[in-house]
């Protein structure tokens, strides 16, 4: 295989990886607001209290190989947004920090639980708006740190969109580990976050494919969309499914916990899988493809053993962690 290539779908995995195990992660700060009565909080604290930092694993890695594999796409990524990366670095600190200092606090806990929820908000709509303006693509020679060519009214628009779906995420992970007033208005929300994130991927779907020539023809000329047509019929059906056994739980019939969580993640992949059929082969669109950006062959041979003996591990602690861990969250206890 195409070392330039193994290195691409290496990044790709490491980035759906991060959304999914962080998506429900930062969801559930941003669904922190939702639940308010007493003890509520501290079950959602302690639902990820094992998992929360062992999940950023998958930036850091996604990072790195982003930096050795690809360096000058990552010099131009970090350098054209700069200020959103940043932002959302400062909001995952004040969002690490908040979690270690609210199971220690007294009178101050409701200023850490405005920096939870508040932080993983806001490294989650940054998250979406890179991910928009990527879509978008970079102008050429745009590239300082006080340019503001990333707020636009589409990048806003995937920033909420990415919201929505690390908050539907969360709904599902709570749905599965939690038992009763709090399942039950994990499914409420999932039924709701369920429509919403639908709607939202329907709105940026339209906005690319209208704004985006390469991506239109990519997924319409000539008997493209029936080759491509199984990605939108997948969606739909995880969907069906997984509002049928939220809606089952809600109504009182038996439902599959487990399942909701796990079409929540097919939504993820398949919308990840249409992005890149649409952008392939390009890291920046219409700008530089993954074989431009490519470190030498030399470099990337220099850099497999590492990755073959990291990834793996990576995978088994991350396996093995959840595993350890699995079933429902028990009563809340102090610290973790």
């Given at each position: 295989m195409d070392l330039a290539f193994f290195y691409f779908l290496l990044l790709g995995f490491a980035i759906f990886m991060y959304v999914l195990l962080d998506g429900f992660d930062l969801g559930i700060g941003i669904l922190y607001p939702w639940f308010d009565q007493t003890g509520e909080k501290d079950h959602l604290m302690r639902s990820i209290s094992h998992v929360w930092d062992g999940n950023e694993t998958?930036?850091?890695?996604?990072?790195?190989?982003?930096?050795?594999?690809?360096?000058?796409?990552?010099?131009?990524?970090?350098?054209?947004?700069y200020l959103p990366i940043m932002l959302m670095l400062f909001a995952l600190i004040f969002r690490g920090v908040a979690f270690e200092y609210r199971f220690k606090s007294d009178t101050s806990r409701p200023y850490w639980d405005f920096a939870f929820s508040s932080g993983s908000a806001i490294a989650a709509f940054c998250q979406g708006m890179l991910l928009g303006s990527l879509v978008q693509g970079i102008p050429v020679g745009i590239n300082s740190m006080s340019s503001l060519h990333?707020?636009?009214?589409?990048?806003v628009l995937t920033g909420?969109?990415?919201?929505?779906?690390?908050?539907?995420?969360?709904?599902?992970?709570?749905?599965?580990?939690?038992?009763?007033?709090?399942?039950?208005?994990a499914?409420?929300?999932?039924?709701?976050?369920?429509?919403?994130?639908?709607?939202?991927?329907?709105?940026?779907?339209l906005w690319t494919v209208i704004g985006q020539v390469e991506i239109r023809e990519r997924w319409f000329s000539g008997y493209h969309f029936l080759l491509l047509s199984p990605l939108p019929i997948l969606t739909l059906i995880a969907a069906a499914i997984a509002w049928k056994d939220l809606n089952n739980?809600?109504?009182?019939?038996?439902?599959?916990?487990?399942?909701p969580f796990w079409c929540a993640a097919m939504l993820f992949l398949l919308g990840f899988s249409g992005l890149v059929v649409g952008l392939f082969p390009f890291l920046l669109p219409r700008q530089l493809t993954f074989w431009e950006a490519a470190s030498p062959d030399s470099s990337l041979l220099f850099l497999l053993?590492?990755?073959?003996?990291?990834?793996?591990?990576?995978?088994?602690?991350?396996?093995?962690?959840?595993?350890v861990f699995a079933g429902k969250v028990e009563d809340y206890q102090e610290g973790y």
């Open positions: 998958w930036l850091v890695f996604g990072g790195v190989i982003l930096f050795a594999a690809f360096p000058i796409a990552y010099a131009q990524i970090t350098s054209t947004f990333w707020l636009t009214p589409f990048s909420f969109a990415v919201m929505a779906g690390y908050a539907l995420l969360a709904a599902c992970y709570l749905f599965m580990k939690s038992r009763g007033r709090i399942q039950q208005h499914a409420m929300l999932g039924k709701r976050l369920l429509v919403i994130t639908l709607l939202a991927m329907v709105a940026v779907s739980h809600a109504t009182g019939k038996a439902s599959t916990e487990g399942r053993p590492g990755v073959c003996i990291f990834v793996p591990l990576i995978c088994a602690y991350t396996f093995w962690g959840y595993r």
